[in-house]
């Protein structure tokens, strides 16, 4: 862990110290559900130490089969009204616990969802599986190591402005398109360098800040780590984010595509494996000069295999809202067919750096995107690649948005349900019992949206039609 990793984490002993001398008054209490958002309860810092610590906290099932508006959804086996919904037992991850320094006085501490019963891991927590598959991973030999590279768009609103506007017409921070701009990143710097400064300070290493590809569009990058730990840094850096923006009287937006009329939002994805005994990097290597993948280390290649052969099946994972496939527009750095190639960002899979340092870039998941879930999907396909030596196509060369031959990355979310509905390696590496909770969700996700009608339907239809 680096000294900037370390800086704002807290063991037991020191967060009683500082409850006892009032710095710390409230730990905020939590787990990611499906949507990937925080979900749990503000504790003081007094009954923290003295019972949650020992006890662990209880908090109602249905946050774990319910939608966007907290809908206690009918048809998932693991919650309902004839079962009474119930409770699950929450236990804090002490080595999730930091310092909240954007919250007045304040820690926040994740935790692990067991049955209250068999006080066994609940199956489809998203944390819980996220660690299966590390398990697994574990269990081969193998640490994955990940990155997410996440973008957001900053606005001139309130989220109560929003809103009141209906989410229609709203401001963006800037008005041009300022990627890489250091000039248009100075006027958004109160808020971006706010969040910088505070999760470098919680123990969620930043490396740095930049403008992005729309107007009002940022991206803060963090440190990667290995799977659990870069999950759990995004997750409290997308809260974080929100949080800060809403004290300076702005607001943020993760959707994967906020404005039909602008770049979308992305979660690049970068992976690595290392040895589990001695901290190795199996992808050590240099990219290929040609197309002769054997220079390419053996766990590389198959790791990509798995990755491109279960990539349509994986986009549920990597794109979960009705909304995402909006993104996935020719030209617009985001991808639409399933490639790799070395350093091109029009394919789906970019190859980056060297040495060391080479990696995957997925291009496919959006800022919405559940990042335990996409993460789990990107271990379940590369160990799967692995354990089948599947080996990758010929790299791409060009511009992936031209080629018509290539696979394309499904077009709507009822397509991607399909795809990942019917994966064997899904229902083998999660379990039919996640596979079948998921499939609710996403069903219930889409089902949501149609059965609403949209301003551009009134638009369109109401005088016309």
Known sequence: MSKADSRGRLDAAQLRALVETGEIETVVTVFPDLYGRLVGKRITGEYFCNDVLS??????????????????????????????YGDVHCVP???????????????IVLCDVLNAETEQ????????????QIEKARAAGYVAKLGSELEFFILRETYESAHQKNFENLEPFGWYVEDYHTLQGLKSEPLVGAIRRHMDASGVEVEFSKGEWGPGQTE???RYAEAL??????VIYKQAAKEIALLQGLSLTFMA??????????????????SASDDRPLFAGNPPTGDDLSELPDAFRWWLGGLLRHARASAVLFAPTVNSYKRFVAGSFA?????WSYDNRTAGFRIVGKGAGLRVECRMPGADANPYLAFAATLAAGLDGIENRIEPPQPFHGDVYSAKELPTIPRSLPEAIREFEASELFRRAFGDEVVEHLLHFERTEQRKFDEIVTG??????????
């Open 55 to 84: 006890h662990g906290m209880h908090v109602c099932d249905y946050l774990l089969a319910c939608d966007m508006d907290m809908d206690p959804v009918p048809g998932y086996k693991f919650a309902s009204w004839a079962d009474g």
């Open 93 to 107: 991850d002490l080595a999730t616990l930091r310092r909240a320094t954007w919250l007045e006085r304040s820690a």
């Open 121 to 132: 891991p609940v199956a489809v927590a998203p944390r819980n599986i996220l660690k299966r």
């Open 220 to 222: 803060i990058n963090l």
């Open 229 to 234: 730990e870069m999950a759990d840094r995004h």
């Open 257 to 274: 595509k906020f404005d039909e009329r602008y770049a979308g939002s992305s979660m690049h994805l970068h992976s690595s494996l290392w």
């Open 335 to 339: 991808p639409t067919g399933i490639a």
């Open 456 to 465: 551009w339907e009134r638009r369109r239809y109401f005088e016309r039609v």
